[in-house]
């Protein structure tokens, strides 16, 4: 079954972007069809996974109803590509009919089936865009810098997911946190760790076991339209990604269940 998967923090500057390439490079890698769309104006997913937009359709054309996101797709090296340009950046205030936060699900949905995975970059904003998205996806994660800024703004966000949840699409989650430029050695990542262990609790979910440390590599990767996976495969980063992905795309652990049986266990027990 195809798993829809958006990446996103409003927050600028985390590695979303970074993210859904090492995503979409690691599980290409893997074999998997996968299907990126690059939701924020400003295309940086479409240029680091290397494809030239030139007269083709983008996702904003697919968003005005201008074409179909079959239209939209650029074959890439890496994966299939939606991608974006600037003319994105005006689309909340074009975006007005009812109906609106389902466009891009209903889009994807004529789609879906030939990829395994479709991953959505997000805009650095809770946006029309970013409202789309969320409806659209079977699951969120949340890239997040080790630093105290990085907490900021986590109350709107989780605000924004809760109303998603509740009046567009009961099915989504929240699959984890993905700590970026993370460094143990630090003492301020021990403290953010924390913090961000208690935003995960409020956002009902938890930190991704693997984080992601800083690179070179990462940044230099986006120049070459490679990913990290196939820019650098030795690098301690794409090892890291790998062994996101791995993570990722296992089933989540069920942790309440065992605690449930016993219970039921004992209840039944008691009650002969
Ligand atoms: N782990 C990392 N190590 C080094 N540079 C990174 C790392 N993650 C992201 N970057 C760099 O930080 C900048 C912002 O990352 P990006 O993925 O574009 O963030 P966002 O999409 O959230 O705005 C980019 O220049 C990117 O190359
Ligand atoms: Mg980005």
Do not use: W
């Not at 290409?28 to 104006?41: Q, Y």
């Not at 907490?151 to 970026?180: D, E, M, S």
């Not at 650098?232 to 795309?249: D, M």
């Amino acid at each position: 079954m195809t798993k829809i998967i958006a990446v996103t923090n409003q927050k600028g500057g985390v590695g979303k972007t970074t993210t859904c390439t090492g995503l979409c490079g690691g599980l290409a890698e893997l074999g998997k069809k996968v299907l990126a769309i690059d939701l924020d104006p400003q295309g940086n997913l479409s240029f680091s996974l290397g494809v030239e937009v030139e007269d083709n359709f983008t996702i904003y054309d697919v968003m005005k109803g201008n074409c179909d996101i079959g239209d939209a797709i650029i074959h890439g090296d890496i994966c299939d590509v939606v991608p974006s340009n600037i003319l994105l950046s005006g689309l909340e205030l074009e975006m007005t009919g009812v109906g609106r936060e389902y466009v891009l699900r209903e889009q994807i949905g004529y789609v879906k089936k030939d990829y395994d995975y479709i991953i959505l970059d997000t805009p650095p904003a809770l946006s029309v865009l970013t409202i789309n998205a969320y409806t659209a996806s079977d699951e969120l994660i949340i890239p997040m810098l080790c630093e105290v800024l990085s907490l900021q703004g986590i109350a709107q966000l989780r605000q924004t997911i809760f109303a998603v949840k509740r009046y567009y699409n009961k099915q989504l989650t929240v699959r984890g946190i993905l700590l970026n430029k993370y460094n143990p050695r630090l003492t301020l990542t021990k403290e953010v760790e924390e913090l961000a262990q208690m935003i995960a609790d409020q956002l009902d979910t938890t930190i991704f076991k693997t984080k992601i440390s800083a690179s070179v590599s990462i940044a230099e990767a986006p120049a070459h339209g490679e990913s990290i996976i196939t820019y650098a495969p030795n690098c301690r980063a794409a090892k890291e990604y790998k062994s996101f992905i791995k993570e990722l795309i296992s089933p989540p652990a069920k942790e309440s269940k065992p605690e449930k049986i016993q219970k039921k266990q004992k209840s039944s027990g008691d009650g002969k």
